[in-house]
């Protein structure tokens, strides 16, 4: 199995950019595809991005498209999630999640098919 812990969640105003990374320990990091998840007070958790074993796919959710990006180092065991033009509806406690049963270049937008998650990173996008 895999570890994750994510960091670089914190305060900002609308219009600023964050990096959040999310470091993995345990079993073959390039065995896992990787996603980042989000969730605010009340709402259900949803899909952010996506990135494959292989770094070669990517996907992003409608709302964030443009704005943020994910990209992953399998030789440092890290993703990260790269965050420009916040809103205050990206207020949320972001997840980074592994997905072992994907192949190569296969990606997941179900929350359901990731099996290890991470506790988790605040971010607050103040207006």
């Known amino acids: 199995q895999v570890q994750l812990v994510e960091s670089g969640g914190g305060l900002v105003q609308t219009g600023d950019s964050l990096k959040l990374s999310c470091a993995a320990s345990?079993?073959?990091?390039?065995?896992?595809?990787m996603g980042w998840f989000r969730q605010a007070p009340g709402k259900v958790r949803e899909f952010v991005a996506a990135?494959?074993?292989?770094?070669?796919?990517?996907d992003v959710a409608d709302s964030v498209k443009g704005r943020f990006t994910m990209s992953r180092d399998n030789a440092r065991n890290t993703v990260h999630l790269q965050m420009t033009s916040l809103k205050p509806e990206d207020t949320a406690v972001y997840y980074c999640?592994?997905?072992?049963?994907?192949?190569?270049?296969?990606?997941?937008?179900?929350?359901?098919?990731?099996?290890?998650w991470g506790q988790g990173t605040s971010v607050t996008v103040s207006s």
């Open positions: 999640a592994a997905d072992e049963g994907s192949g190569m270049f296969g990606t997941s937008v179900a929350p359901g098919d990731y099996e290890y």
């Open positions: 345990g079993r073959t990091f390039s065995s896992y595809a």
């Open positions: 990135i494959s074993r292989v770094a070669g796919r990517t």
